[in-house]
């Protein structure tokens, strides 16, 4: 399939391309047979002409880049933009040579805390734990280089919350012989989990990614509802420490969305937040001081906070004003974050996950939420002089991530709506990013174990996360400064379906920083196949119980374009003309495909190296783009990404 398809994409170039005009059908023999001496003649010039054609497509097959999950070939992927063979490409420039945006010289100083090494990070549900983790006997390895592909890149790797709705259902049994125990409640559109139990095996995860720091949920909301709860708390105390000794535990976290509790307002409201967290972590302090003592010592002792889904039950305001952190154990601020809900009828692909403009500003309420809360004398008073970091502890594109419209969270436009949101994340003063992930979920960046119909499987959201960490570089040799880039070039929606961003690290000098790289997305959509049966296959939602959808997929024969994207760079920034700017390609056959995903030529598919990287045979690598006249242009397709880096970046 993967040959038909690049076959395909060919012939829509040459189909682009004028054709010369041709003499009726018969001319040319009737013409041989009134002058027979020049039969040898013609015959050589029809030699010649074939011979010509297929060195041309030759050498046209042999520019193209491409990619593949399934093997070391791959789908159809950009020529240089500068190659002859590339198919006609309508600019984005007003005017050919004419800049879209202007970068800064220097990005303007902020007062947040910088992003972290552990920027792109995640967090597991906390029933499926052991399922992304393993335990001591069989540690699920996949996971683990996957985490381990992204700390190479990063210097940091990924730290990995395990919390959310489940931890504050979970009892502690420590005679349950398995990780854990629960029961469902299943509707043909969601399944919720009751009676969670977890068991001594279940911590056995801890040792499963060695380098990776953990928070780890624990109940709130059982522990202030019933005696049970409250003794299940006392009692996990000392295995959960136990297991994170050795510096595995970052945080805490106790308690998860608490202003979304199902209590009413007149008994739950700021003030009884806060009481009961108080009382709680009071009485987890003492736990770990009779067990893990060196886990209650002010520097190693703390968590994250309070974890709101972000309604108006709980104001972060008025919870810090009410003493949420008076004796300074919260280390973090932390809020969830969706784009919407997968249940609601206008969510598309296009309109809600791949729209700059719809990231920006579902974001902007974190961003008014971080400026409010940019204040140590609020956030920190044992410590005045330092802002608490405020993170995204559970993060990703829809609420029930295990339905949604077909194509749209586990298709490639979800790689690109990661890398945008993710970057946007590092613009607004976040300083990390748990992208959230549970066995089944359709969102996942990968699927560690066979469930719910899924096999073991490199999603596409994870190659979007290591485009942003190539963005970022070693952030642990040198933080970065992310700034966006204004496309005020674009006119109308366009400015929707694209955006850009500079990183601009330490040049070395006080306050002077250097441009390291920059990323252009391109979120025109292009599906690499169209439903036979008008569109059904795209409006059908997927079931939690199944995931089959029978519309007959063919491919999409409309030609797919190429977007030529020119930035201006200031001569402060020190790019002389002539520079050789490197590009890297985050490219698929289309925003709806599954597989056939690759970053700068390198799949991650579980089937070819259990996730460890491997590059593609037949993908060109290498690609530059020459600093011209202060500017620099670079040509992405519809439904692709690029990262430029320059030679000073590092």
Known sequence: MVGQKHGTREEEVVELMEEPKRQPSGTLSRRVARHPWRTALTALLVVFIILALVLGLYFGLRGSHSSSSAAPTAPSSPVSPTSSSSPSSPTVSATPGTPIATLVATPSADSFPPIQGAFVSYAVEFIFFPAFAGNNSSPNTFSDNLLNNIGDITGTKPYVRVGG?????????????????????????????????????????????????????LNLKNATLSAAGWNSLLNVVPVACSALESSKLLWWEYGNEPDVYPRPL????????????????????????????????????????????????????????????????????????????????????????????????????????????????????????????????????????????????????????????????????????????????LYNSWQPVANAGMKVQTSPPYYGNVAVAAFLGNITASVPRVVSIPLDGLNGTEKDL??????????????????????VLNLHAYNATVASNDGDA???????????????????????????????????????????????RLVADGSDVKDGISWDGYSYAYELNSGLPVLLTNVTIGEKVTVQSGMVTVGVRDSEAVVLSFPTGG
């Open 266 to 441: 007149s008994t739950w409201n700021d003030e009884s937040y806060v009481r009961d967290w108080q009382n709680g972590t009071a009485a987890i302090k003492q736990a770990l001081q009779s067990s893990c003592p060196d886990m209650a010592a002010d520097d190693a002792y703390g968590y994250v906070g309070p974890s709101l889904l972000g309604t108006n039950q709980l104001q972060p305001k008025q919870l810090f004003t009410d003493g949420l952190n008076d004796q300074g154990t919260v280390k973090e601020y932390t809020q969830h974050f969706y784009m919407g809900d997968a249940g609601s009828e206008s969510v598309t692909l296009q309109s809600t996950l791949m729209n700059h403009t719809a990231i920006t500003s579902r974001l902007a309420r974190i961003a008014t939420a971080i400026a409010s809360l940019n204040s140590p004398s609020l956030t920190n008073p044992t410590d005045t002089q330092s802002p608490i970091p405020f993170t995204l502890d559970e993060a990703n594109s829809l609420l029930s991530g295990t339905q949604a419209p077909v194509n749209t969270l586990n298709v490639f436009g979800a790689a690109l709506w990661s890398m945008d949101f993710l970057l946007w994340c590092a613009t607004i003063g976040l300083s990390r990013v748990h992208m959230q992930q549970g066995s089944g979920f």
């Open 498 to 519: 694209a955006s850009a961003y500079a990183a601009y690290i330490d040049a070395g000098d006080v306050g002077a920083m250097k441009l390291a790289r920059i990323a």
């Open 538 to 584: 795209f409006t059908q939602r997927n079931s939690i119980l199944s995931r089959d959808v029978r519309a007959e997929m063919l491919p999409n024969k409309a030609a797919r374009l190429t977007r030529k994207f020119t930035l201006a760079l200031p001569s402060a920034l020190g790019v002389a003309d002539g520079t050789q700017v490197s590009v890297q």
């Open 165 to 217: 709705n489940t931890a504050d259902l979970a009892i502690y049994d420590a005679d349950l012989p398995v990780a854990t125990s629960e029961s469902w409640t299943i509707t043909p559109t969601s399944m919720r989990p009751y009676n969670v139990k977890i068991g001594p095996s279940f911590f056995e995860g801890y040792n499963s990614f060695p380098g990776s720091r953990f928070i780890h949920g």
